[in-house]
């Protein structure tokens, strides 16, 4: 007996197996086998009657005995059903990155991903994602929790990247499992990609890296939400290119992220009117008000060497103006007073309703 597609069947008194009498005819001669045993998977031919129709289509082959047929077509059966349960799973995971992604455009009055930038340890990652949890549940904000399993673009090689990528993801699913939360992390190279869609939520594009084709394409494969930070040194229009990397890769997930442009060597900041014109990648835009205030590698070490510092005072004045023109989403480290801020980001974002554009007449006034 023998099991082909889920269905078991009797074995046929008379299988036999086909072996190649001619060499010179071989690459002809295993095609129109090869198509039958597959015709008979799909039901389109019975076995018993395999032996004849091979016989007409493939006369310089031999027939002798056994099991070894039923054992080829078990085999390609076998494969069959693996290429299905491939595609039934990727299917399904698209399902749950689309469903996702509509929470999240429809969040109101925005969504946050918060987290530590990178991760300590298991504990501290648990913890914090139990905290950040129960602030957001309270005041009805759909989470996403973040932290990078590698930082690869620190400033010093020196400092403290993370715990890779085995073990960081790990932690991730971890979190995913404990608290019920979707989880985003960076990618920085694309043979991450495909390890890290398997378990993160949502797949971010680090600033530096967001024209980088390939890493975009292969982001954009694993069926994920990607989303994409601006870089310093990108006008907000790249985003739409950007943007359209993702798409034509066959995946409608992306949000893009503002996270501060270069102002002289060692400082950002943040053009409320970037926030409108990011709009025009027609996708979700999302605020990072902790990165956005970074100010790179503008501090000297003693010792010599630089690292980057950041205005952390600002970040009430950076989130309270990117909920005001209408953001989707709010990224940042979580604060100690982070429940006391999101209150007032919420109370701000149901009063200007900045996701709707304001149509009135914006001529000057002439009596």
Known sequence: MYFARGVRRAQPTTIHLIVLADTATRGVAILSPLLLLLLHLLFLVPLANLDSLLRSTSPEFTLVSGSAAAFLVFLVGVGLGAAAAAAAAAEAMDASSVALYGQLKAAQPFFL??????????EH????????????????????????FDKANRTSSKSFRGPGLEEGLK???KVKATYDLPVVTDVHESHQCEAVGRVADIIQIPAF????????VAA???GKIINIKKGQFCAPSV????????RLAGNQNVMVCERGTMFGYNDLIVDPRNFEWLREANCPVVAD?????QQPAGKKLDGGGVASGGLRELIPCIARTSVAVGVDGIFMEPLRNLEE??????AIARVTKGKKPLKIDLTPFKE
């Open 209 to 216: 890296l967001c024209r980088q084709t390939d890493l975009l």
């Open 341 to 346: 801020l999101l209150e007032e980001l919420i």
């Open 289 to 293: 008000v902790t990165h956005a205030l």
């Open 239 to 246: 985003m739409a290119n950007s943007a359209e990397k993702i």
């Open 171 to 173: 932690i991730l699913e």
């Open 220 to 222: 954009a494969k694993t």
């Open 113 to 122: 991903l918060a987290g530590p930038n990178v991760i300590e340890s298991e």
């Open 125 to 148: 990652v648990l913890k914090m994602a139990k905290h950040i949890k129960g602030i957001t549940t309270k005041l009805g904000l759909p989470l996403v929790f973040k932290s990078s």
